[in-house]
């Protein structure tokens, strides 16, 4: 998820950890190559969508995954969202960004946000195997195949086009403001005074 901060009352399109975040999703779904996530330690809030937009993702087993945007007056209004739920199903993408839960390596595994689960000493090894077992298909067929996957949710990229576009507002509101300021307080943020 990177520095909360750098999204303090603004957003240009780059993202809390200073990419072009709308031109790395596009990079991953175009590249007509699979993209593996590979996974130790942590995927949460950005890291998380990463994993989920990737073609496979395989974890160690102290891997853990999760949101935390609305704890802190964030989301990611397109594929972290919309095409989370193609990955794991609607309900449990609500309870993932509603309830901002951490879950294990095991647990994504089973909701299929992950594809294997390693022992941490072997993660390595096993993405080497994946990828090397791939390279001995055919390229073009692969690479119908990820296009043929791609299309099937496309539209999502202008759902998140103008997710993104509202999330610029949004950060320049005392709301989101709340959420990076309590963090930086080492505070829980009050939400309820902005219920509507």
């Known amino acids: 998820g990177g520095d909360q ?10 993202g809390t950890i200073g990419l072009p975040v709308e031109e790395l999703h596009t990079v991953i779904r175009d590249v007509p190559k699979p993209v593996i996530a590979r996974v130790q330690g942590f995927a949460i809030g950005g890291g998380n969508v990463l994993a989920v937009l990737c073609d496979l993702t395989i974890a160690g087993e102290s891997a ?57 000493d072997q993660l390595d090894a096993e993405v080497a195997a ?39 507002l949004y950060y320049d509101t005392d709301e989101s403001r709340e959420g990076v300021n309590a963090l930086q307080e080492k505070r829980k943020p009050d939400f309820r005074k902005y219920v509507k």
């Open 64 to 120: 853990q995954f999760g949101q935390v945007g609305p704890k802190m007056g964030s989301v990611d209004p397109g594929f972290g969202t919309a095409y989370l739920t193609h990955v794991v199903g609607e309900k449990k993408a609500r309870e993932i960004w509603y309830l901002c839960r951490r879950y294990s390596a095991q647990e994504a595994l089973a909701m299929g946000l992950v594809n294997k689960v390693v022992p941490d």
């Open 130 to 168: 994946w990828c090397a077992e791939i390279v001995e298909r055919s390229p073009t067929a692969i690479a119908i195949a990820k296009r043929s996957f791609v299309a099937n949710t496309e539209h999502i990229r202008g759902i998140g086009s103008l997710g993104l576009q509202a999330l610029k």
């Open 5 to 14: 901060s750098a999204h303090d009352g603004q957003y240009d399109g780059r």
